[in-house]
């Protein structure tokens, strides 16, 4: 088709119209060369019969037969077809009434009481026709007779033939002539300007058209050319300008991650520097060697316990960045997990005592995730429920729904995007996907707004000094996203807080629910 379509592309519609008017000049000048030869050739014929009837009647008005011997020798001889007196009645006299003389036809001389008249022509070949030649004879005799044209016909066909055989050469050379023109002036211009702009397309910025001269085609190059130095100039601004911006990109990533590690190593030697403190203190006091048997007891499990203290911040950051984040495909029966949670939670006696109560609302699917660390993250929600009340009842509840494809890892929609289109199955959106609902809910005195936007911040803590490193929720919301999940706060001072986990469910539709997310 691309073939095809360079064939009859600008150059063969250019040489088509050439050929065509052409082709239109020859055969109209062909036509009126044939026809003027045509009318020159009659009007020379009718000459001649008008001058066969003048002295056919010059010899009727001398007497005799001199006007009928005339018409006998002519018609012997070719040039006439038939003759015929006729008198004042009509009758024929002598001779035979030429049967075309009654036909209609084009007058074509009438001088001196002689009539001519051409019968049976076509519109472009003589075919049959004749010439009728009228005369008035002394005597009111009237002369009719025809001059055939045969000889007119012949002459014709061959010039025809001479007209055909020319038109045809010169349509030849014109069409190779004008190949030749539109191509050097033309296609040749055209496919080089066409060259150089997939050579640009391709990459190469420098190259320029090389087409010449100031017609129109000119102007094009030129104007080809400047576009493309325009074009070059800008490609080079826009390289530079975002090699600028990857530079810039590169120093802003590596600077949040110095921030990062900043904030973080802040937080870790804030959080490790108490402890650390009463630790040396406590070791100052057992080195001077003063303390007295319950005395040195007590120092002791101080000592212990700051030192249980730095472990435990230790292991949450380790927690955090460890390299094993959620291993592979996984699945966590809801319901069996939450139970080892709970009864965990009740062996250890830390803090306030609080009562649990744990529902799981049938039809709750497995989640997607590894058991042992949905064990942690609901066991670090029950921890921090227990902390925040003074004696009371913890609410756990489990059940079904839909998980947001675009809200966790996926892509993020704008304010003014369109809604997303629904599925065919109940209407459900197509981005959302089935997930598992976990909340643990206590009656403690709530969150402000300020510490609800702040909670899941590292080191973050609304505990009293010594009871929390800030580390538990923010460890949490890292676990559940690498699984591909959220977790969210509802609060309000005094209305206590519920935390809500939701994650991928395991389903056999589903069949990467359990991957986890790469960080």
Known sequence: MAGVTRIWGIGGRLVTSIVIVAVAAIALMGVVCLKIMEERAVALKAGEAALVAEMVRAAAEGGGGGGEALLSRARAGGRIRGYAVTGAGGEVLTGERPESAGREGRTVLYADGVKVRLVGAGRFTMGSADLVVEA??????????????????????????????????DTFFIVAIGIYLVYRAVIGPVRRLEAAA????????????????????????????????????????????????????????????????????????????????????????????????????????????????????????????????????????????????????????????????????????????????????????????????AGGVIRVSAGPGLLDRRGAGGPRRRRDDPPPPASGSGGQDAGARPAVVIEVADSGPGLTDEERAMVFEPFYT?????????????????????????????SGPGRGATFTVTVPARTGEDGDAASPTKA
Not at 136 to 155: C, H, K, M
Not at 205 to 219: M, N, Q, T, W
Not at 472 to 477: D, E, P
């Open 136 to 169: 008035r004879l002394p005597g009111a005799r009237s002369l009719v007779f025809t001059v055939p044209l045969d000889d007119i016909a012949e002459q014709l066909s061959a010039v025809r033939s001479l007209v055909v055989f020319f038109a045809v050469v």
């Open 198 to 389: 997939s050579r640009i397309a391709a990459g190469e910025l420098g190259v320029r058209a090389a087409v010449e001269g100031y017609d129109e085609i000119g102007s094009l190059a030129r104007s080809f050319n400047t576009m493309a130095e325009s074009v070059e100039e800008q490609i080079r601004s826009l390289e530079s300008v975002n090699r600028r911006l990857v530079e810039a990109r590169e120093r802003l990533v590596t600077s949040e991650k110095l921030a990062s590690l900043g904030r973080l190593a802040a937080g870790i030697a804030h959080e490790i520097g108490n402890p650390l403190s009463a630790v040396l203190g406590y070791v100052t006091l057992l080195s001077r060697g003063r303390l007295e048997g319950a005395q040195e007891a007590e120092v002791l499990e101080k000592t212990r316990r700051e030192i249980m203290r730095m472990d435990a911040i230790v292991r949450e950051v380790l927690d955090f960045t460890s390299p094993d984040r959620g291993g592979g495909c996984a699945t966590a029966p809801v319901e069996e997990v939450l139970k080892e949670a709970v009864d965990l939670f009740n062996s250890c006696g830390d803090g306030p005592a609080a009562q649990v109560e744990l529902e799981v609302r049938p039809g709750t699917p497995p989640a997607g995730m590894d058991p042992g660390r949905l064990r942690q993250v609901v066991i670090n929600l029950l921890s921090n429920a227990r902390d925040a009340m």
């Open 462 to 490: 609304t505990k009293e000094p010594g009871r929390g490193t800030g580390l538990g929720l923010f460890v949490c919301r890292e676990i559940v996203k690498i699984y591909g999940g959220e977790i969210g706060v509802r």
